[in-house]
């Protein structure tokens, strides 16, 4: 009877232990969990963080490279600004639209760059006298070159006229030069071979019906339906 109270007691202080232990362990339980949730948390808000960073940096990059390009074709207009000034380089403007008059739909972001002289460009380009002289199978894309800057020389020196070229960002083809002649627009075609179909010439009159189409080659002069051949030598006779 007397061990009783004892033993109670003692059950009653273990219990409370117990309880107090068991309560202990779910307040760490809660604190572990909630730090575990807040560190989820902070890891997702970090990688949303290094996700943005990311994507500022991306356009950062992109800014800097179109600043680059900016940079770079300021300064490739400053260098054809100064050849053009100095005389060593002629451009011919690309026109959208071959309408009068061509200045007004004159494209000034598109152009080709020609030299003072054919000379220049063979002797710039490196190429044997003899090449030219003698002929070359290889030489056949470039001779082309050679005859537009013939042409495009003769026709500042010698005519009052002044060359620009059709063509689109989506054109199908490209028109050597386009002239204004009075009320009407003419379109050029050069050829430097033998070899004188004039697709591009074609197209351009299928599209637009000129009254007036030219094609410089190394024939003699022949008046067609919807052109007329005039021999190379003959530019100054446009």
Not at 149 to 154: A, D, K, P, S
């Amino acid at each position: 009877r007397e061990e009783n109270p004892r033993l109670k007691a003692q059950v009653q202080e273990l219990t409370l232990k117990l309880s107090r232990v068991d309560s202990d362990w779910q307040q760490r339980t809660n604190e572990i969990q909630r730090r575990s949730k807040q560190a989820e948390q902070q890891s997702s808000e970090l990688l949303e963080q290094n996700s943005q960073l990311k994507r500022e940096l991306e356009i950062t990059k992109n800014k800097n490279r179109d600043l680059e390009a900016m940079l770079d074709a300021n300064k490739r207009e400053i260098a054809i600004q100064w050849l053009l000034d100095c005389g060593l380089v002629y451009k011919v403007n690309r026109v959208n639209e071959p309408h009068m008059p061509l200045k007004a739909y004159m494209n000034m972001n598109a152009y080709k760059l020609f030299m003072l002289d054919v000379g220049l460009l063979g002797a710039l380009s490196e190429l044997p006298a003899e090449t030219i002289l003698e002929g070359n199978d290889i030489f056949i894309g470039f001779k082309g070159a050679l005859t537009e800057q013939y042409v495009l020389q003769q026709l500042i020196s010698d005519t009052d006229y002044t060359p620009y070229y059709y063509g689109t960002d989506k054109a199908t083809f490209e028109q050597d030069f386009l002239i204004q002649k009075g009320r009407n627009i003419v379109p050029i075609e050069v050829k430097a071979e033998t070899n004188i179909h004039s697709q591009s010439l074609k197209a351009y009159c299928d599209k637009f019906h000129p009254e007036e189409a030219v094609r410089f080659s190394t024939l003699k002069y022949k008046k067609q339906e919807w052109m007329v051949n005039i021999p190379l030598y003959a530019v100054c006779n446009l």
